[in-house]
């Protein structure tokens, strides 16, 4: 299984940190297979198994252009992609035999559903003890919701985090973009690199049981722990925070918008000083960020009346003047011309023969001296399935008669 391209960053003399680690990514949509991406984005050799018949769903999310998704180019990207129908005798046989060569493997079916073709971790481990099986699911490999159908939209309602975004007497509100599925792909990937860590030390791999339901309630912070010790339960507040203030999204004499944040005390009191209001310092409620979130109008007023009157522009480098935090409120047209950004090559161009000249977002974090790479995006459905089987031994023959099994 040998990449196409070599896992390095054009320039660079050293391998990529991960070139050499062997990834099958055997899961669809989001979570599992953007794991394999951020394994991939660092040299890892992936290849990406989809039934012959049904490809990843996520070829078909989202706009596409000249029939190709555009979805699954950033999300295939680093991706070698072969056909197996794992429910097949070949295809079950086949796995196997990429399992003995591999060091990861990334599914999402529902508990159960690899037992049930013989490809359970028993099955797994026996052809390669040092594999590490990471299982992506909604609601994990055990409890009374195991075997239910799992999407990020249910972990983001049922981890809390719907519950307290959107405005105080409105409903609930939930990401329009895989939020929980992306959390916890950052998550499994880290998992892999935990377990691998492991074998280093033990040579055996192990079980990553990943549930979407867990990660996102993670990044909502203490809500738990301040229900248990106190009752408290967070209410919605719209762009509000209940922990400081002024926090919120003013418009701009021009109609855009910018986000203001003063979560340090002396990030606020530049702000008062800024907006002219420095009066309001000397309150014994702007001594602490909670006082300051108790009377949030009175401070909402201030700010948003200053920056009502003036440009975007204006507002941002007066704030930059006064080392105050804001950021204008962009969409993808502005992030796409953004100077920050574009100084850290956050969205980078990848020439692709489908569809020519890509832009799309760089590797996730930067390295001194083995950084990551967008090699290739997404390729087509089952287009490198040939070559990986024949680097795997299979003969002729072999790939014939998986063929005319309808395993491939």
């Known amino acids: 299984m040998t990449n196409p ?92 035999r990429l399992a003995e060569t591999a060091d990861v493997v990334v599914e999402n079916f529902r508990p159960g559903t690899l037992e049930k073709w013989g490809l359970g971790w028993p099955e797994l481990s026996a052809a390669n003890p040092r594999l590490v099986l990471a299982r992506v699911t909604g609601f994990g490999q055990t409890g009374p919701h195991a075997h239910r159908p799992g999407f990020g939209t249910l972990a983001e309602a049922l981890s809390g985090f719907a519950a307290i975004i959107g405005e105080p007497d409105a409903p609930p509100v939930l990401p329009p973009f895989g ?23 033990t ?90 979130a108790r ?21 941002v480098d007066a704030f930059e003047k ?9 969409d993808v047209r502005d992030v796409m011309e953004d100077p920050q950004y574009r100084a850290l090559d956050t969205i980078t161009t990848v020439d692709d023969p489908e569809l020519g000249p890509l832009r799309m977002q760089n590797v996730l974090f930067r390295l001194s001296a083995t950084p990551g790479c967008i090699r290739w995006a997404g390729r087509p459905h089952g287009a490198d399935t040939e070559a990986v089987l024949t680097e795997l031994g299979l003969t002729e023959a072999e790939v014939a008669a998986l063929r005319a099994e309808g395993a491939l």
């Open 5 to 96: 391209v070599p896992a390095q960053a054009p320039g660079q003399s050293a391998p990529a940190p991960l070139t050499g680690l062997r990834v099958l990514d055997l899961a669809t949509l989001f979570a599992g297979p953007l794991a394999a991406t951020l394994l991939g984005d660092f040299g890892a050799e992936v290849v990406k198994i989809e039934h012959p018949r049904t490809p990843d769903p996520s070829r078909g999310h989202g706009p596409s252009k000249d029939g190709v998704g555009l979805w699954w180019k950033l999300l295939g990207r680093n991706k070698r992609t072969m056909t197996l129908d794992l429910s097949a005798p070949g295809g079950r046989t086949t796995l196997l």
């Open 179 to 201: 939020l929980a599925d992306s959390i916890a792909g950052l998550a499994t990937a880290y998992a892999v690199m935990t377990a691998l860590t492991a074998r280093d030390r």
């Open 203 to 292: 040579g055996e791999g192990q079980v990553i049981d990943m549930a979407l339901i867990e990660p996102i309630l993670t990044v909502l912070g203490p809500q738990p722990l301040w229900y248990d010790q106190l009752g408290h339960v967070q209410p919605r507040t719209g762009n509000r925070s209940a922990n400081n203030a002024p926090r919120n999204t003013y418009r701009t004499a021009d109609g855009s918008w910018v986000a203001v944040s003063t979560s340090a005390q002396s990030v606020a009191e530049r702000v008062m000083r800024l907006v002219g209001r420095p009066e309001l310092i000397d309150e014994p409620w702007f001594a602490t960020g909670t006082g300051r």
């Open 295 to 315: 009377n949030a109008d009175v401070l909402d007023e201030a700010v948003g009346a200053w920056i009502a009157r003036r440009t975007r522009q204006e507002v």
């Open 322 to 330: 006064a080392e105050a935090a804001v950021a204008p409120v962009q």
